[in-house]
């Protein structure tokens, strides 16, 4: 699994990348996680308020900072299927 963190590395981004990884580690699962903070890059998903979060190229989360346990929801399909 491929996770992109977008954000110019902000507070929320942070907090996203921080949320992110506890929900990673909690489902214990392989995934590479890594942050962009190239704004034409961020811009190029489509997203124009950060924090972003891209899984396996697919933007799922945008413009707030979710729980761990929210992030939770949304890898967990991803996991199974």
Do not use: F, W
Not at 12 to 20: G, I, M, P, S
Not at 51 to 69: F, H, I, K, M, Q
């Amino acid at each position: 699994m491929h996770i992109k963190v977008l954000g110019p590395g902000c507070r929320n981004c942070v907090n996203l990348e921080r949320v992110t990884r506890e929900a990673v580690d909690a489902l214990g699962i392989e995934a590479e996680i890594e942050k962009v903070t190239d704004y034409p890059a961020i811009a190029g998903y489509g997203v124009m308020s950060t924090p972003g979060l891209v899984v396996d190229g697919e933007v799922v989360l945008y413009g707030r900072v979710p729980t761990a346990a929210q992030v939770r929801e949304i890898l967990e399909p991803r996991v199974a299927g």
